[in-house]
DNA sequence: AATGAATGAGGCTTCATTCAT
DNA sequence: CATGAATGAAGCCTCATTCAT
């Protein structure tokens, strides 16, 4: 009765055919969520877009939460790996900070470009339920984690508390992207947004 | 399906009596929507709340979008009067901009501090339709624009662009005010996140 | 999420036409429950049947399980009230007790047949919730608890304990009514039933 | 609509491995009834129980009603054998009629605590198609026809049509065990139950 | 014989909204 | 103006059963 809400996969595909129809739903998920907003979003409409009985999609997700968790992790760990990436490729010591800045926050912008209204739905619309956060939250904390450890690496960067300053980085940086996506502010062109988000960053890292 | 939705309240109360029943049904909403988010909020919920029929509120307001549109505007104005009000308060061109950024920032993030789960399903969760998002953001491109006029004349801002920066400025405080409240981070103090935030506009605005 | 399967009907009927409403939909469900047992029973089918809406069914029923136990303690208190008159509107002490017997047993066996397949689900079919049970129980206990001081003033009645013949009494007279009438045996008439079972509640009490 | 359910055993396990797997089926079957009730348990639950995959099980159970069937008639078949030996090994004319009805309720009472959710299941839950039901009383009607044989052979036993007495007996018996089972009642032990029943029957049979 | 992925009808229930009183 | 009973579209989700492998 108490029954608790669930909200990871309900079980692992194992055969070939399944782990078709799992990514299926995936996919039909995410244009139907970014289409229809989470609320919009009726499950038997992702399953019809999957072509998959809806049947089926409950065999492999709990409620339709359990999909956009999914797919949550999944772009979170996504844009993760490319934006780690791009900080790993090349040599910090070496490079300018606003070198790195740049491509940093031209990725992050392009991440919300690519599918603006699914970042949208992933990031804001959705009702995370506690345990969904966490585990969303997780990431996001460990990527705020190595980004501490490379700043303080990087000799044109001088804070205090390189974790506090990389929480500062990240959220500033994410959170303007989604703005500057989902209310484009007239006349301020993406390359402008992007100067202005190096200065901002790029002052608070090199005091 | 394509009937227009409305989202202004059906009818200024005239007499005392509907003001009163008007504010009621605010007051009540304000609580709800904080409580159980805009999907969870139910309308007779929120008139029972009130103390008042559910008629009643249908006849002061459309749809249930239409309650939090009201209470989103004014939030928003009475969120730009006060910080208007802050930046009026002093000589600008005496003080010194970072005495002028701590308590505005301050106020923001008492602002979000207040009532969080307000502010978050104000600020995102609501399935904000086009008209409805148009005249929040119209209150809110008014502050921008009465910020970028008190950029320009203060002298230890040198900016380019004094629009761009003022939207850099608000959005950057606003959503990182949000952030922290909602999802506050492990080991940064209040104090201490106004101050990274003192930095981050403070560096951005005196180059 | 935890929430507690509630039993007890939503909210009574304060005007008179939702009285109504609660009335047509405890006669449907009376017909709907005995025609098609309780799985069988949809709650769109016995609103249907109501002639009333879906949404006011459940405006005063919270689930399906409910309605049965509405109709339940009817049915018991009904049938409490029956059989208890029997037994009081005659002079206990001068009767023969085989008098008081047989038209008690009749009577329960009538309460039976005139809608068997109800009392079946009502007895039988439907899962009842821990509280649902106790609800009914305390019901039949009472009525148990009266018969017991009856058998204890009557001269022809000698049992240890009268709480014990009480039970063993009503029960073995629900029962094998109600296995009568479910399941009729071949070559056994009513009235043949009926001396049977005279004989039997007889002998054990008139020790 | 019209199809008619098969209740019967889709085919009976020729190969010893098949055998086990009915087994195996039967035996979780047993458990997850008497766990969940009839509605409760689902043909999955059961499948993955008996370790056993849900093709399997539609293999030799052409509907989960079958399933229940099978349990049914076993444990009639088993309560019957059990019975029929306890009246068999002993002389019953010689033996005195309380002496043969304690042991035979107390046998029934035991396999009623035995497990008595799925006796309950079995009894009352299951909605039992018209096939099904005679197949179950055929078997009970067998028993009647034995009883009332050796009714007629005691001396003790004077009755005037031993067949309607049979079944009284076999039915009071039985529904009574159930009831007690099923909701004990407060202040009543299981020997004084047994010794109520004993009076009861006894007296009916020995007038 | 066994597997287990897939199916989909249909149940229960919610809740924004209307309208007769 | 207020009331609150009534509405019903529509969503989520279950689970018995089938069938390709």
Redesign the interface.
């Known amino acids: 009765?108490?029954?608790?809400?669930r909200i990871n996969p309900r079980k692992s595909p194992a055969q070939e055919r399944s782990r078709f129809t799992v990514e299926q739903i995936i996919q039909a998920a995410t244009q139907v969520f970014a289409e229809w907003?989470y609320?919009?979003a009726t499950t038997n409409h992702i399953a019809e877009r999957a072509g998959v009985s809806i049947g089926s999609l409950y065999q492999y997700f709990p409620n339709k939460e359990a999909i956009l968790v999914t797919l949550a992790k999944r772009h979170v760990e996504i844009a993760g790996n490319l934006l780690m990436g791009l900080v790993a490729e090349r040599n910090l010591i070496e490079t300018d900070l606003t070198e790195v800045l740049r491509p940093f926050i031209q990725a992050t912008l392009e991440l919300h470009t690519g599918n603006p209204r699914l970042n949208y739905v992933i990031?804001?619309?959705a009702?995370w339920s506690a345990e969904a956060?966490e585990q969303v939250?997780a990431l996001e904390d460990q990527f705020i984690d190595q980004l501490a450890l490379t700043l303080d690496t990087h000799r044109q960067v001088s804070v205090k508390?390189s974790?506090?300053?990389a929480?500062?980085v990240v959220?500033?940086i994410k959170?303007?992207a989604?703005?500057f996506v989902i209310?484009p502010?007239a006349?301020?062109s993406e390359e402008?947004f992007v100067e202005?988000?190096v200065?901002?960053?790029g002052?608070?890292l090199n005091?």
Do not use: Q
């Not at 009765?1 to 809400?5: E, G, L, N, S």
């Open positions: 009765m108490a029954r608790k809400k907003g609320a919009g990031l804001s619309e009702v956060m939250h508390n974790r506090h300053a929480y500062i959220h500033a959170n303007l989604h703005e209310h502010p006349g301020m402008a202005e988000m200065a901002l960053v002052g608070y005091r």
